[in-house]
């Protein structure tokens, strides 16, 4: 199937400096990527969707200063967690829909991105 | 899209077949049934997907119900690493770009 990579894994980083994480769709173009976020036993919550060559759309309750979002390729999103605090500390996840190979459109997720602030 | 539930967890042993229900009782003609599993600390797998018919692919078998209010997605032979959370979505494929709406699943336990 189609591949989404998501780096880094795992950052650990102090109280009120900015995180970058990145969304790759390594065989297939993506206009839209989505990003979530999971807390411990929690289920994924959509925080944003990510569009190519525009702004991106935040759900209810996702600050959009706080949590920014560049879609600049039809392969790469990148998502900013900005003055970071330790509240922050997430599964981070992105996701790519693509055509898979019966025709359908399914969704493929990244690895996730485990973010420790300190 | 339509609401699931789920058993909020499960245990199955080693070898044998897991079975895991899901209840879509307000599903509409145009939504599919989709699963997806999530080991710990990784992002969402796609599993199996279905309209009417049952369906099986190399990794689990799809049964729906002949009224399309529930399913039950099979592990024939269960192994530790299929120890996850079961997430089952409904979806209309054609509703565009949208993102998947994760309810809270059932967390699966494979035993020795």
């Known amino acids: 199937g189609a591949v989404v990579s998501q780096h880094p894994s795992r950052v650990i980083c102090k109280s009120g400096t900015s995180v970058k994480i990145e969304c790759r769709s390594l065989?297939?173009?993506?206009?839209?990527m989505f990003w979530y976020r999971q807390f411990p036993k929690q289920s994924l919550m959509l925080m944003a969707t990510?569009?190519?060559?525009?702004?991106?759309?935040?759900e209810q309750g996702v600050e959009k200063d706080k949590f920014l979002i560049n879609h600049a390729s039809l392969t790469l999103s990148t998502l900013t967690v900005t003055s970071a605090h330790p509240e922050d500390s997430s599964f981070y996840i992105c996701?790519?829909?693509?055509?898979?190979?019966?025709?359908?459109?399914?969704?493929?997720f990244g690895q996730g991105t485990r973010l420790t602030v300190v | 899209d339509a609401k699931t539930t789920q058993p909020p967890s499960m245990d199955c042993a080693e070898g044998r077949a897991a079975n895991l229900p899901c209840n879509h009782s307000?599903?509409?003609?145009?939504?599919?049934v989709y699963w997806y599993r999530q080991i710990h600390s990784q992002g969402p797998q796609y599993i199996i997907h279905?309209?009417?018919n049952n369906e099986t692919n190399e990794m689990a078998s799809l049964i729906i119900t002949e009224d399309r209010k529930s399913s039950t997605l099979i592990l024939p032979h269960a192994t530790l690493r299929d120890t996850a959370v079961y997430y089952c979505?409904?979806?209309?494929?054609?509703?565009?770009?949208?993102?998947?709406?994760f309810g809270k699943g059932t967390r699966l336990s494979v035993i020795a």
């Open positions: 996701s790519a829909r693509a055509r898979t190979r019966g025709g359908n459109t399914e969704a493929f």
């Open positions: 065989d297939f173009q993506a206009t839209t």
């Open positions: 990510s569009n190519e060559g525009s702004k991106a759309t935040y």
């Open positions: 307000t599903i509409s003609g145009n939504e599919y």
């Open positions: 279905g309209l009417k």
């Open positions: 979505i409904v979806r209309d494929p054609n509703s565009g770009n949208t993102p998947l709406v």
